[in-house]
C-alpha cells in the first residue's frame, strides 16, 4: 500500500502517540482534578491535539516554543518527559520544575520548551526574545509562541507583532482559537475577527487552517516555518479548534449552546478525524494504534502513581531556582 | 422588484497560498466596502431590498455602523438591508447555506464575493438563482475584475427586468465530479494530484499534478485553468471542456510555464491536451490521489473507488455585468430628463 501522507509511516505512528499521549493525559486529569488532590487550576488541550503536535512535529530541540496556561498538549508535543510533568502538576519535588511551577508554569528549556505562562500573551515578547537569539546566532531555530483568541487582543501580543516585523525574526505567532476567551465568545470579543487582518497589518502573512485537521495543520505549519527558518521573517496561523472542557476545571461551561461539547466529540475531534484518515488509506492497522493506546495508558498510570509518590519539595529550598541574579 | 443576495463570507482568502506564493489579502473593511459600493449600485437601479448572509467576522458590524450613520445623516439612498436568520459557522458552510436560503426566497440574484472556491461553493447550493460574482479571492479565474458599484447596477437592471433576461443572463458550463456516487461540481477545473489528502486544500506542488479538467481557459488567466488558455484556449460558451494530461516538468514531450497562483509561476509537463464533450464521463489518470475543485483539495480517492469527471453545458446562471450595462447604455436606462431645458454652453 503507498503511503499517501506528507510522513512517512513512523511519522504517521509518532504523531498518533504525541496526540495520543496529550488526550490520555488530559482525560486523566480531568478524573483526577475533581479528587482536590492538586492544588491550582488546570486547563485542560483535549480536542486541540493536532494543532500542537501538527506544528511541533516540524521543530526540533534548538527550536523555541513559549506556551499558555492551557500547556500540557504543548509540552507533550516538544517532547517535555510526560512523568515530569506530572509531577510538576501535582507540585512534587521530582517535577519538571522541581514542583514550584504547577500546571501553568512547565518549562524544559533542554526540549526548547520555555513555558507555560499565566500570563495570557506574554510568551509573546518572550519568543521575540528567542527569535532574537537565533538570529544572532546564526542557526536555524526558530520561536513559535501560542496564544488563544482572548490574549489575541492584549497589547503584548500586538506589540510583539510589531517587533518580529521590524527585526524580521523567525518567528511565527500561532492563534488558537477555540472560540472562547475563557467564557466569552470571540465573535463578542474580538473586533474583526480575522487575524490573518491582524498579521497584515504589521506586514507579514497570515494565514488560517482548520485546526482539528491534524494533516492541515502539519502542511501549513512546515510552510510558515520553513520560510522562518529561510529567514523570511514571522508570519501568523490561526488554527480554528475547538476544546472539549471548559476554560478550566470546574468551568459550569454555561456559556455553551445546548448539545455543543457532544457535537463537538462526535463530529470535531481531531484524533478520530486522523485515524479515520489513516485507516481508510491502509497506511496502519487498527491493531497497530491499540498497542500504542495501551502503552500510552500504561504511561500515564505510571505517571500518575509517580507523581502521588513523590515527595513535596522541602521548605529549605523554598527560594532556590525562583530568582535569578544577573 | 425582487430583493438581491449579498453572500460576503469573511473566511475566504485566508488558505496556505498567502504563504507559498504572494496572494493577496482583502482585509474585513475593504469587504464592507465592497458591500457597500454594490448597495450604492443596486439603489441607483431601484432595487429596495437586499438580504444579506450573516457573519460575525466584522463585515456586518462595519456596514451597518455606515448604514445607520449615514440613515441619520439623511445622506444616503440605499436599500433596506436585512440578515438572513441562521445559525453561522464560520466556515464556508455558511455560504453554501445562505445560497439555499436565498434561491428559496426567491431573490431575483445573488452577487458573491470571494474567488473561484466560494463562487464554487455558492453556485452548487443556489439552483437557478442567477449570481454575479465580484473577485475578492485568491485565483480569480471565473468572477471577473470590475468596481462592484458597477455589478450592483447590473444586477439591479437585470433584476427588474429593465434589461430582458436574454440579454442579462448567461448560462454556463460546469463539472460536475463523482466519487462513489458523492457528486461535487467545478466551475472553472476539476485538478488530479497524487497527494491522496486534503490538507491545506490548495494546490501548488505542480510535481503531483497528473490531470486537469476545464470548463474554460484564457490565456491571460490565473490558477490551473491558465494551462488551458496557453494550450488551447477556450472561452466560457463552447459546449466543450479541456483535458489535459500532466506530468513533472521534464517527464514530458514539452514542459509549459504557468502561472499557478498569483505570484507562483510553476513548470508542468504536458503529455496531451484532449478536447471534453459534453455528458462524456471522463477517468483519471491515476488510480489514487485527490481530486481539486476550482484550486482547492476536496476529495481523495483510491484504487477501490469509482471516480468520474462529466461536463455540463448549462448549467447554471449568471449576470453578464457588461451586457447589461451596454444594454443600458443602448437604451438610456440611467437617463433622467431634466425638468428645466438646457442652455447654451452647458454640458449635455
Known sequence: MNNPFPL???GLLTAYRRMRTIREFEERLHVEFATGDIAGFVHLYAGEEAAGVGIMMHLEDHDRIASTHRGHGHCIAKGVDVKAMMAEIYGKA????AGKGGSMHIADLSRGMMGANGILGAGAPLICGAGLAAQKLGHDGVGITFF????????????SM????????????????????????????????SYVDRAAGFGMPGITVDGTDFFAVYEAAGEVIRRAREGGGPSLLECKMIRFYGHFEGDAQTYRAPGENEANR??????????GKILEAGVVETGELAVIDSEVADLIEDALEGAKAAPLPSAAELTTDVYVTY | MRAVGIIANPVSARDIRRIVSHAGNLPINDRANIVLRLLTGLAAADVSDVVVMPENGGIRTQLMRTIERERRMGTARLPAVTYLDMPVTSTY?????????????????????GGDGTHRVVASSCGQTPIAGVSTGTNNAFPEFREPTITG?????????????DIALALNKRLVVTVNGRHEIALVDAAVVAERYVGARAIWKTESFRDLFATFGEADGIGMSSLVGLTDPLDRTTPQGRRIRLAPAGTAPRTLAFPVAPGLIGRIGILSVETMAPDVPCRPSVTSGSIALDGERELTFGEADDVSIRLETDAFRTVCVSDCMAFAARHGLLVHQSSSPCHEGEPR
Open chain 1, 148 to 159: 488563544g483568541d482572548g490574549a489575541s487582543n492584549q497589547g503584548t501580543v500586538l506589540e
Open chain 1, 162 to 193: 510589531n517587533l518580529a516585523a521590524i527585526w524580521n525574526l523567525p518567528v511565527i505567532f500561532v492563534v488558537e482559537n477555540n472560540g472562547y476567551a475563557e467564557s466569552t465568545s470571540v465573535d463578542y470579543a474580538v473586533a474583526s475577527d
Open chain 1, 8 to 10: 512517512s509511516r513512523e
Open chain 2, 153 to 165: 447596477l447590473a444586477v439591479g437592471l437585470a433584476t427588474s427586468g429593465l434589461v430582458p433576461a
Open chain 2, 93 to 113: 458552510l455558511d455560504s453554501a447555506a445562505a445560497a439555499r436560503r436565498m434561491a428559496d426566497m426567491d431573490v431575483g440574484a445573488i452577487v458573491v464575493l
Open chain 1, 266 to 275: 462526535q463530529h470535531r475531534d481531531c484524533l478520530k478525524i486522523f485515524t
Open chain 1, 94 to 97: 521530582t517535577g519538571a520544575c
